[in-house]
């Protein structure tokens, strides 16, 4: 036997109700999907009356509102969960926090708090095994009265979460402006396939949160693909059919002392002087700044080698040459584009960032293969700065800038470099830079290795002299040199017998000029005379 019940009967059955136990309350229990630990359940009311039968919330809550008693029902769930909280820590068994709803008539009562208060105290619950979910809707014509409220819950010690959200009221700004603790996305809001709008606003959505560093659970979950789904995004807390129903409250119990528990992961902390609210918001002084003011960008978590993107600028694309959209970057992993190596490289510089809480930075290669242009091989330079932290997690703000055109050329350059200290060495030559401003001298490496010179010769040639390079009759010709070179000559050239051993070498100098004819720097080189006709074996 089943029928409503209308508004009056609500009303005139009410208060025999709460005393006869026609009203009380199913717990329905809220998961950890990775762990398949249970982290809290949600308190929710119900109605079963002796003659007509189970009546649903969406026809007696909207009752009770309109006549001023939700408060009061409010109140008597507040109750019976303190007493059920009460049981399980008499009883030795570890409770989770249980969420209590409160309606958006009760944020009008400036009574609320205190009341809820009053009763926990009564019954001695330790206040973090209680929550308040609040509606999203209650804001609707201000968040002043929801603001005082929250701020009253959270003077006692309560954790308030935001439930409903995305239901369309202005979701984005009701965030921004209320302090709540935790986020109740319900996906029954964002129906839909998966692949579609539904999906990319609840990815948007929790991309958010996450922003502004508020734990999200989904609730409304019937199937394990949402749930793997939401996962996939970030979202591992779970509250609907897919495991579990809202049940009697010894059932709960019985679930409470077979599921392991498990704490809500904190908030991230994140640096002081980041507004995370404000720079979520697209019109905010912050997003401007991010978007527009600063270099490419990006922003992601770190866990324990798990990295994930939260978000990106515009300018990142550009420099990345990637023709991916932010939304694209941010859902893909951002480790695949690394091989081990380079990988490697890019952790060690986090772990770096993390020790010394200072900028650090790396170059990494990272290869993307598109459809249109084949596979792509960039050098991406990293700065990147610890923003925040959570547990284990890592927030990290990362410059970047793409270097492969650097790195290209430097690389040739390299190569070419390496050829020519080849061709220097089959032919036994020397070679040396002199500045003529400066009587500054840079020789090659083999100057360096052989004669033992360091990479910059200051007041040349005395150093070399002293070294006993040139012999002591060649020391005044060669000084003379300098001075010849200083006013002008442009090319001389001796057999001279050089370094220890004085074998001699075909020693020249050519003479480069500026534009008005003044000498600039000469270009020295010593070629091994071989059979003591001059000769360069390879040339
Ligand atoms: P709510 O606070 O959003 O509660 C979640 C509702 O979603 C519950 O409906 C729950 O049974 C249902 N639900 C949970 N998982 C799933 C799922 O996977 N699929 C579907 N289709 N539904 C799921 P319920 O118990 O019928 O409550 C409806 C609403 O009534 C609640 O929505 C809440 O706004 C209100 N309510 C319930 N208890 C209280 C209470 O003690 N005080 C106040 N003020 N409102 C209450
Ligand atoms: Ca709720
Ligand atoms: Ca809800």
Same mark, same amino acid.
């Given at each position: ?436 401003? /400066?009587? &500054? ?10 004669? $033992?010179?360091?990479? +910059? #010769?200051? *007041? ?49 100098? /050519?003479? &480069? ?10 270009? $020295?080189?010593?070629? +091994? #005379?071989? *059979? ?8």
């Amino acid at each position: 036997m089943k029928k409503t019940m209308t508004e009056r009967e609500f009303v005139s059955r009410f208060k025999k109700a709460v005393k006869n136990g026609h009203i009380y309350v199913f717990y329905q229990m809220q998961i950890n999907h990775s762990t398949g630990r249970m982290i809290g359940a949600e308190a929710l009311m119900r109605w079963t009356d002796p003659s007509f039968g189970i009546q649903l919330p969406s026809d007696f809550i909207p009752a009770l509102e309109k006549h001023g008693l939700i408060f009061d029902a409010d109140l008597y769930v507040f109750e019976c969960v303190c007493r059920f909280q009460k049981k399980c820590i008499d009883g030795s068994l570890t409770p989770v926090p249980i969420s209590v709803n409160m309606s958006r008539y009760d944020i009008a009562n400036t009574n609320y708090a205190e009341s809820i208060e009053a009763i926990r105290s009564k019954y001695d619950v330790p206040v973090q095994y209680l929550r308040i979910e609040i509606t999203e809707s209650s804001a609707i014509g201000g968040t002043e009265l929801i603001s005082a409220v929250l701020e009253q819950l959270h003077s006692y010690g309560y954790i308030v979460e935001m439930d409903d959200f995305g239901n369309g009221y202005s979701s984005l700004n009701i965030l921004k402006d209320l302090d709540v603790d935790i986020i109740k996305l319900d996906m029954r809001f964002l129906r839909g396939d998966l692949g579609g709008r539904g999906a990319t606003i609840i990815s948007s959505l929790v991309q958010m949160t996450k922003w502004l560093n508020t734990p999200v659970i989904a609730e409304g979950v019937e199937t394990m693909e949402q749930a793997d789904y939401m996962k996939s995004i970030g979202c591992d807390y779970i509250q609907g059919y897919l495991y579990s129903m809202p049940i009697p409250e010894e059932e709960f119990l019985k679930q409470l002392e077979q599921r392991e528990h498990e704490p809500l992961a904190p908030a991230m902390n994140l640096i002081r002087t980041m507004d995370a609210g404000r720079f979520w918001n697209p019109d905010s002084l912050e997003t401007l700044i991010f978007s527009n003011f600063v270099g490419a960008a990006a922003i992601f978590t770190y866990e324990g080698g798990r990295a994930e993107i939260l978000r990106i600028n515009e300018k990142y694309i550009r420099e990345l040459g990637m023709n991916l959209t932010e939304k694209e970057i941010v859902r893909s992993d951002p480790w695949e584009c690394m091989d081990a190596e380079n990988r490697g490289i890019y952790e060690e510089t986090i772990k770096k960032a993390i020790a010394s809480r200072d900028e650090e930075s790396c170059e990494t290669w990272r290869s993307f293969t598109s459809k249109c242009c084949g596979e792509d091989r960039i050098c991406i330079r990293t700065n990147l700065r610890i923003i925040g932290k959570a547990g284990e997690q890592h927030l990290i703000y990362a410059m970047v800038q793409n270097i492969t055109a650097e790195k290209n050329s430097f690389l040739a350059l390299e190569s070419n470099e390496r050829r020519f200290e080849h061709a220097f060495e089959q032919a036994n030559v020397y070679a040396w830079e002199y500045t003529v401003a /400066t009587k &500054e001298m840079r020789p090659c490496f083999r100057c360096m290795r052989d004669l $033992g010179l360091p990479p +910059l #010769v200051k *007041n040349y040639p005395e150093p070399a002299i002293e070294a006993g390079i040139f012999p002591p009759d060649y020391a005044d010709m060669y000084r003379d040199w300098h001075r010849q070179i200083e006013a002008g000559v442009s090319q001389l050239e001796a057999i001279i017998p050089l370094t220890v051993g004085r074998v001699p070498f075909h020693v020249r100098y /050519t003479t &480069e000029f500026d534009m008005n004819g003044h000498p600039l720097k000469a270009y $020295g080189s010593a070629t +091994l #005379v071989i *059979n003591s006709k001059e000769g360069n074996a390879s040339l």
